[in-house]
């Protein structure tokens, strides 16, 4: 008989009670249940809990957490009201420091168990504001007929519906007090069926020290809609962006269709600040641009890349997956010449623009697809003697695998995603190179999400 006309496994109705040992990477709380792993979505090591099925497989359950018999000593109460339901956090209920921790040992286990690597200097853990402190976000948009509302958010846990949140404490506080008045303006718009998703973006109307930077934010948002507004739509849109001081851009298509509204004079850039020791770099970016969801950590984390690369005069350096420029400008301010390599044209062309806006002339771009296309001759011929890569979470294995021919002493690895940091590490160990340093950098907090940053140096001594 196949699966459909079996059906679905019917879950046990009963609770059960478990003793919960660790955190899996996921952040959940990982028990023994009648000899499987048991999954407890809001558990945490060392409490007994009650908890309910919400999945079974063959090799291990999954439980939702109903009731705390003994609480952990590390246990927060979750700052958002919301953070049992929405999917966008997972550790609000553990306190930042052991959220911190359960990251370092996370990419520590990754670099032992794929990457043979357990001997190096341990960074400092990478931290700042906790809350109001995203920048960028895709936010769901939904008509919901039978609650007679649009819902505006990230997915419920485990969930492909959109949370039913009126607020949110991670989003910066512009943004994230905006949800219920979006809510409430998508529902009174003629076009609310046909309204997906509101991507939002914001930078800075000026440069000032990082504990400041959320008195100065700029919000955009961008309008995604499969069918064209009506004027009394375009009205109200006008009418709110006026009234919350937001930009709307909207997009009916695809990314080149996205378009400022409703402005009777040359829009003003989004913008972001890298102060003094960074460069005193303003760079300007687009909505939909990638740019770093927290500023602070952002601004922190090219520091360290800065003190970890050691730049003198005479150094030439190579950045590849450089983006609008973000490292490769204050590398450029430091070292003698430096080259961007990125896929994307108009992101090169952005950050060719930020040079020139910057007075910085010592930087050349090129664009490649660094995952298909790797020619030599000109970015790749072995010139710069430092590196620093930062990739995508699929990482740069194909890179890696032919680092004999870019030939750096010093490798500055900033990554996303700690599997596959560790694979390209044991990678670059077989090409003659060794781990100096790793850390964690808390970009996104409350969330499983990790982010780091190694060193890397070539073991022979000098360059060919």
Known sequence: MSRSRRGRQRLPSEPVNLSIDRLSHEGRGVASNEGKIAFVEGALPGEQVTAVYTNRRSKYDELRLESLLTPAPDRAEPP????????????????????????????????????????????????????????????????????????????????????????????????????????????????????????VAVGETQCVADDDMSEVLKVALVLRHLEPLSESDLDRLRQFGEQHDIEWYLQSGGPDTVHRFWTEEEPSPLRYFLPDPLGDITMHFQPGDFTQVNAQINRRMIRQALDLLDLQDSDRVLELFCGLGNFTLPLARRAAHVVGVEGSAEMLTR??????????????????????????????????????????????????????????????????????????????????????????????????????????????????
């Open 351 to 464: 950050a060719g623009e930020n040079a020139r806006r910057n007075d910085i002339h010592n930087v050349e771009y090129h664009v490649a697809d660094l995952f298909t296309q790797f020619e030599t001759g000109s970015w790749a011929d072995g010139s710069c003697n430092k590196l620093l890569l930062d990739p995508p979470r699929s990482g740069a294995i194909e890179v890696i695998s032919r680092i004999d021919e870019l030939a750096p002493d010093v490798i500055v690895y900033v990554s996303c995603n700690p599997a596959t940091l560790a694979r390209d590490a044991a990678e670059l160990l077989r090409h003659g190179y060794r781990m100096t340093h790793a850390g964690v950098m808390d970009m996104f907090p409350h969330t499983a999400h990790v982010e780091s940053m190694a060193r890397f140096e070539k073991v022979a001594s000098g360059r060919g």
């Open 80 to 199: 958002c009201e919301f953070a049992s339901i929405c999917g966008g956090c997972v550790l609000q209920h553990l306190v930042p420091e052991s959220q911190l921790s359960l990251k370092q040992q996370i990419l520590a286990d990754h670099l032992k168990h794929s990457g043979g690597i357990s001997e190096y200097q341990h960074l400092p853990a990478m931290s700042a504001d906790t809350l109001a402190y995203r920048r960028k976000a895709r936010l769901a948009v939904r008509y919901v007929h039978k609650k007679g509302d649009v819902l505006v958010g990230f997915r419920e846990k485990s969930s492909s519906f959109i949370a039913d949140m009126e607020s949110c404490q991670v989003l910066v506080a512009p943004v994230g007090n905006l949800i219920r008045p979006l809510r409430d303006l998508l529902m009174s718009m003629d076009g609310r069926r046909d309204i997906p998703q509101i991507e």
